[in-house]
């Protein structure tokens, strides 16, 4: 049987992404690396597994992207 991986990424999968747990420190280093993400209503960062797998392909994994993606949260 396979198994479906879940539409977002966990909160655990983005603290380990970002090396932060607080909300608004993942969101900073989520726009820094250039994973496009949207805020709950709770403020933690919600990141789709597709867009996130898309985004750290074997040839952009660890490079910075040619333009910063900006989130409207952080200001």
Do not use: F
């Given at each position: 049987m396979e198994t479906i991986?879940?539409?977002f990424l966990t909160?655990?999968?983005v603290e380990t992404?970002?090396?932060?747990k607080r909300h608004k420190n993942q969101a900073i280093r989520l726009?820094?690396?250039g994973i496009p993400f949207t805020p709950n209503?709770?403020?933690r960062p919600i990141v789709a597994r597709a867009i996130f797998i898309g985004?750290?392909?074997a040839s952009t994994a660890g490079k910075?992207?040619?333009t910063a993606w900006k989130?409207?949260?952080i200001k």
């Open positions: 991986e879940p539409l909160a655990d999968e992404l970002t090396g932060y726009a820094e690396i209503a709770a403020g985004t750290m392909t910075k992207p040619r989130s409207n949260v």
